[in-house]
């Protein structure tokens, strides 16, 4: 054996003595935080398994949704028992001519309408604008109508919504109306007992981009401490988004919620019944579909009356893997489900739709 293969030889038997030696003493060196972390662990664990736990029952339970339908007025406790859509989305208070009455907070209202008339259950969803304010809400105040005391979150009001006011969303003070504390409109629909809740308006976040860049991610926050505020509370509390479909692709986004509905989907992004533009569609469906696979629900509401057009939307609709509901956009009258039930026994056509 030549010096030279002697000595690489040598080194190499060195080097795998160090190393053993350096693996033996290993514990010797670990660091106490590290071990403090994995003392900890079955416990950070078991909060994760329970948690994971609690997100899988619940989409358990909204992914075994066939039908739906969505009523924002003329809300009547007895009719909404009385109806056989296994979920429904309501406003959590009744209003009269814009203006607020009171919720839904009689004895036994909630609970009743989340049963069907043979005691089944049925999923209860409260309505939560959480991109503008609303005058017909219990956090308004009158002042507010006057400009000059108006908070400085408050923005212009909506010229085709009457109520609806444009909100900075990201502001504290905006949000401590939304969550956390008992006054406050989420938590509010958990004391009364609401299955969930469908927030609206996150779309909105686009409005302002132009004036605060950080606007999308400020929305993705915000629906995520709504979740997680909930969930503190009630482990099993549904939250489905409206619209803003192009949030789907955040990862935090998607975490936080158990279902996303669509209105408009093909018909009437112009308030018409006219069909949209195919690009729009394939826009939309390309992070519908996103949430599907995801294992969402998805939930789509088409503004129609053209009884050809509901028949093309509604097979186009569970094509996709989707529920469709058809329905008034004043959403002032409850149309009967789109979708039997009962699998295995979808009707040849849809029933008659009473709402126009």
Not at 229 to 235: C, D
Request: glycine residues 6%; proline residues 7%; aromatic residues 8%.
């Amino acid at each position: 054996m030549r010096p030279a293969q002697r000595l690489l030889l040598l080194a190499i038997a060195f080097g795998a003595t160090v190393v053993i030696a350096a693996v033996g003493r290993a514990p010797s060196f670990a660091n106490p935080a590290a071990s403090v972390r994995k003392e900890a662990a079955p416990g950070v664990l078991r909060v994760q398994l329970e948690q994971d736990s609690a997100a899988a029952e619940r989409r358990r339970r909204i992914g075994a949704v066939r039908n739906w339908g969505y009523l924002l007025n003329s809300i009547d406790a007895a009719t909404v028992a009385s109806a056989p859509h296994q979920l429904l989305v309501i406003d959590n208070g009744i209003s009269a001519n814009r203006r607020f009455v009171r919720e839904l907070a009689r004895e036994g209202e909630v609970a009743r309408m989340k049963q069907h008339p043979d005691g089944s259950p049925r999923i209860l969803l409260a309505y939560l604008s959480i991109g503008e304010a609303e005058r017909y809400r219990s956090y308004w105040r009158p002042e507010w109508y006057d400009t000059a005391k108006r908070p400085v979150w408050l923005g212009d009001v909506n010229p085709i919504w009457d109520g609806n006011y444009d909100v900075q969303f990201w502001h504290p003070d905006w949000q401590r109306l939304m969550f956390g504390a008992p006054e406050a409109y989420l938590d509010r629909i958990l004391a009364q007992g609401f299955d969930g809740a469908f927030l609206d308006r996150a779309d909105v976040w686009a409005k302002w981009e132009k004036v605060r860049p950080s606007a999308r991610a400020d929305m993705v926050t915000f629906v995520r401490r709504l979740a997680e505020h909930a969930r503190k509370r009630s482990p099993d509390f549904l939250m489905v988004m409206q619209n803003a479909e192009e949030l789907l692709d955040d990862t935090q986004l998607m975490s936080a919620i158990d279902g996303v509905a669509k209105e408009d989907l093909l018909y009437g992004i112009d308030h018409t019944e006219a069909a949209n533009r195919p690009e729009d569609v394939t826009g939309s469906l390309k992070y519908l579909q996103m949430a599907r696979r995801a294992g969402r629900k998805v939930l789509v509401v088409e503004y129609l009356s053209d009884p050809n057009k509901m028949t093309a939307a509604s097979k186009r609709i569970i094509e996709q893997g989707f529920v469709p509901y058809f329905a008034p956009r004043l959403l002032n009258c409850l149309n009967p489900p789109a979708v039997p039930a009962t699998p295995g026994s979808a009707a040849a056509a849809l029933p008659e739709h009473p709402c126009r």
